[in-house]
């Protein structure tokens, strides 16, 4: 198992995958069914004909771009499993700074609290949101239904129907009252962005925004203040690139980096 796994890394190191060794590694464990540490304890175990077909076709699908999460059908994200598929992006470890950012903001309130996330793909930051802050309701909507049809599995298999509610349509239009928090990570690419092949495997119409990447982050910033509660505060995840061109109408606002040291989130607050 140990001479497949290492052949297996050279192949996508030659095909542009930057991780090569971990995509071996979970592509590999998904194929035995096992976790990622059995590889290790029981690396001398042999592999059927049938698993060695299976693990072949997962790593000529990751040879040609596609996501791991996409072949595995699951990515972690705030140390929480999601099902993915290519309906939705990707949960991108940078969005996490976003979510621990609402989740202090639910905490420092220190009581019942009403928030939305704007085009929520998979459910990742509504769930997360729900998980560690438990006095927040939240409202996730999105325009794709398939988009949706993946958050209410997530959902369901996080046990949050209680609390996580979901809404189909444009921005902020089909939430409804007021809300303390409003959470979002719009599409903000510029659609002539060069990006790795992993990415480009998403779903253009989570990825790409007119006016150089502004365009839906423009529209949720305009809208917002009509729906946020006195004292509510608006989340959006962004890139760099479009900050210059935003216009903010709020009193106030900072950015918050990532992890990477990159200006990734918009904090604003009236």
Sequence with gaps: MLEVLTRATG?????GSTSAR???EVLLAHALGMGRIDLYVRFDRPMSEEELARYRGLVAGRSRGEPVAYLVGHKEFMALDFLVTPAVLVPNPDTEVLVQRAVAIARERNGPMRAADVGTGSGCIAIALAHY???????AGDVSREALDVA???VDKHGL???????????LEPFPGEFDLVCANLPYVCGQADLPSEVRAQPATALFAADGGA???SRLLAEAPRHLSHGGRLLAEIDAAILPVLQVPFTGHKVHRD??????VLEAWS
Excluded: F, I, S, Y
């Design 152 to 154: 209410q599995r997530n």
């Design 11 to 15: 192949h996508l190191q030659k095909h």
């Design 133 to 139: 802050a438990p006095t927040v309701e939240v409202w």
């Design 259 to 264: 992890l990477g040291g990159r200006e990734r």
């Design 215 to 217: 365009a839906l982050v």
């Design 161 to 171: 129907a209680g609390r996580v509610h979901l809404v189909e349509g444009d921005l």
């Design 22 to 24: 971990l995509d071996a």
